[in-house]
């Protein structure tokens, strides 16, 4: 028991001091730059879709395979690649020994979210070696195809709708982050003053807002397969923005949703410069 509980204190001792080193500060700030480019591509298909000129997949995946087809893709894919696994190293080291700040069930809550967090980044980046390396990432089909498996479980309608309800709680959370300003607390002193201040609060409150929504939009996607017995109907950011599309004033919304995703990227952008963790 005492060896276990040296053990833990000694990962937990040099997790904090990974968590303090200035190398970890510009890991991070380099893995923001390629999380906001990401995002910037994601908006920029969709508001081609919105407007009738495009008719790619906008989606993370959809917007890496995009970012292949241009001169010198394939390098910044990688860099991109590279950049997501360095912020699923700044989450892992969060999960292990961040949040020191917080205490007992907060503290465990807070290391989770990390956890969660650096399951996406690292799911994105895996999705942007495949494409690297010339294979097909992960999409709507690949989705409806697992959902189609999990349905035919004994529990698997339950299972389906408690990952919707996972994904529109997750939205949610976005958009509460948006509306309270929640998201300033990545930023610095300076990030946060000024005009220039002024200017990346808006750019959050918008980003967190529409991605928000549009998380919210896969979550009931999910849930609406779940009570249908559907998997049709379930599918990733790619499926639920091409269905906001059809919707009455179905371009113009998603057309405002684009924008707003490309807001979020830039807000990544502004983090990267005033980090604070």
Not at 60 to 68: E, Y
Not at 99 to 107: A, F, L, N
Not at 168 to 181: E, F, I, K, P, S
Not at 231 to 238: R, V
Request: charge should be positive; glycine fraction near 16%; aromatic fraction near 8%.
């Amino acid at each position: 028991m005492a060896t276990g509980a040296g053990a833990r204190n000694d990962v937990e001792r040099i997790g904090a001091e990974a968590d303090q080193s200035p190398w970890l500060d510009r890991a991070v700030r380099f893995g923001l730059v390629a999380y906001g480019v990401v995002y910037l591509l994601v908006g920029w298909v969709a508001a081609q879709l919105a407007l009738g000129q495009g008719n790619g997949r906008p989606s993370t995946q959809g917007a890496l395979a995009n970012l292949a087809k241009e001169p010198l893709g394939h390098v910044l894919i990688w860099a991109v690649a590279l950049g997501l696994f360095l912020l699923v190293l700044w989450r892992l080291v969060e999960a292990v020994a961040g949040h020191r700040d917080k205490d007992g069930g907060d503290r465990m809550r807070a290391r989770l979210v990390s956890l969660g967090k650096g399951v996406i980044y690292g799911a994105i980046g895996v999705n942007a070696v495949k494409i690297a390396l010339g294979g097909n990432a992960s999409s709507s089909r690949s989705s409806k195809t697992l959902t189609a498996r999990v349905l035919d479980l004994p529990a698997g309608q339950w299972i389906v709708g408690a990952v919707g309800l996972a994904i529109l709680g997750y939205g949610a959370r976005l958009v509460w982050r948006g509306w309270t300003d929640g998201f300033l607390e990545g930023l610095d002193g300076e990030g946060r003053s000024g005009e220039a201040g002024a200017a990346y609060t808006w750019l959050g409150r918008i980003g967190y807002v529409a991605k928000g929504i549009a998380f919210g939009i896969v979550g009931v996607l999910f849930g609406y397969a779940a009570i249908h017995h559907d998997p049709h109907k379930a599918g990733g950011l790619d499926q639920a923005l091409r269905d906001l599309l059809h919707q009455p004033f179905g371009p113009v919304l998603l057309l405002v949703i684009a924008l707003g995703i490309g807001c979020f990227g830039l807000f990544c952008f502004a983090r990267a410069r005033h980090l604070s963790r």
